[in-house]
């Protein structure tokens, strides 16, 4: 251990980065992946709902899980990570934020989670999965980056069925990806028995094309799809925009 943050102890090459919500932190490593602005969309779209239990898939360090928890004093939730050390930088920074109670970690491999952590267990699931496709890009060099920004053998497919097994009946699924792929994962959510209901595109600038989607479904719902109004996460002179703002808690 070369250094502590509170009672958190370091490992060489990890910091602490502030996560902007009411003190919380998490442990990251510079070349490991990190959480970005994709992360804070998905946890405020996800809206959990009071006394809820969630889980999320691929969680990395934990910006998802911790930001819900931190939104929703009142939410319990269960977080997957494949990666050993990346999992030991979430279990740590658990136990720094004082969410012991409220957030667990679990080193497995998603498409395991539901054998292991029950059918039919939660009302909320989330992930923000890995966007490339193996091969269909240069991949990143280091192991923890290329893991958690390239698919591997991980698909769309995989997720959203993992996801339907844990889902209670009427639960939902949120996620955010690519939008030029939105459609794998609207047809993979849709094959697994989630019904694709929310749908928001994610723009950068106002007149630019989408980069992301954010979207979620409801476990065994009726058809119908509704679009929300486009999220611009900066104006047109490049300042922030009044929802990134609320976003933040700016």
Same mark, same amino acid.
């Given at each position: 251990?070369?250094?502590?943050?509170?009672?958190?102890?370091?490992?060489?090459?990890?910091?602490?980065?502030?996560?902007?919500?009411?003190?919380?932190?998490?442990?990251?490593?510079?070349?490991?992946?990190?959480?970005?602005?994709?992360?804070?969309?998905?946890?405020?779209?996800?809206?959990?709902?009071?006394?809820?239990?969630?889980?999320?898939?691929?969680?990395?360090?934990?910006?998802?899980?911790?930001?819900?928890?931190?939104?929703?004093?009142?939410?319990?939730?269960?977080?997957?990570?494949?990666?050993?050390?990346?999992?030991?930088?979430?279990?740590?920074?658990?136990?720094?934020?004082?969410?012991?109670? /409220? !957030?667990?970690?679990? $080193?497995? =491999? +998603?498409?395991? *989670?539901?054998? #292991?952590?029950?059918?039919?267990?939660?009302?909320?699931?989330?992930?923000?999965?890995?966007?490339?496709?193996?091969?269909?890009a240069l991949e990143s060099g280091?192991?923890?980056? /290329? !893991?958690?920004?390239? $698919?591997? =053998? +991980?698909?769309? *497919?995989?997720? #959203?069925?993992?996801?339907?097994?844990?889902?209670?009946?009427?639960?939902?699924?949120?996620?955010?990806?690519?939008?030029?792929?939105?459609?794998?994962?609207?047809?993979?959510?849709?094959?697994?028995?989630?019904?694709?209901?929310?749908?928001?595109?994610?723009?950068?600038?106002?007149?630019?094309?989408?980069?992301?989607?954010?979207?979620?479904?409801?476990?065994?719902?009726?058809?119908?799809?509704?679009?929300?109004?486009?999220?611009?996460?900066?104006?047109?002179?490049?300042?922030?925009?009044?929802?990134?703002?609320?976003?933040?808690?700016?």
């Amino acid at each position: 251990m070369c250094g502590t943050s509170g009672d958190a102890p370091l490992l060489p090459g990890e910091r602490v980065d502030d996560l902007q919500c009411g003190g919380y932190r998490l442990i990251q490593r510079p070349d490991a992946f990190r959480f970005g602005t994709d992360s804070v969309l998905l946890a405020d779209f996800a809206a959990p709902k009071p006394r809820g239990r969630a889980v999320d898939l691929g969680a990395g360090t934990g910006a998802i899980a911790t930001l819900m928890a931190a939104h929703r004093p009142d939410l319990l939730v269960d977080a997957v990570e494949i990666q050993p050390e990346i999992a030991d930088m979430l279990r740590r920074s658990v136990f720094m934020n004082g969410l012991g109670g /409220r !957030i667990r970690v679990f $080193e497995m =491999d +998603l498409r395991a *989670a539901p054998d #292991a952590l029950g059918y039919g267990a939660y009302e909320l699931v989330v992930s923000n999965p890995p966007y490339g496709r193996s091969g269909g890009a240069l991949e990143s060099g280091r192991r923890a980056q /290329r !893991i958690a920004r390239h $698919e591997g =053998d +991980l698909t769309p *497919a995989d997720v #959203a069925n993992s996801a339907a097994r844990l889902l209670k009946n009427g639960g939902r699924f949120a996620v955010i990806f690519p939008a030029p792929r939105a459609l794998e994962m609207m047809e993979a959510m849709d094959r697994s028995g989630i019904a694709p209901k929310r749908v928001q595109t994610v723009h950068g600038m106002p007149g630019r094309a989408p980069k992301f989607l954010l979207m979620d479904g409801v476990r065994g719902g009726g058809p119908g799809l509704h679009w929300l109004p486009p999220l611009v996460l900066r104006n047109e002179d490049g300042t922030f925009s009044d929802e990134w703002r609320r976003i933040y808690r700016a």
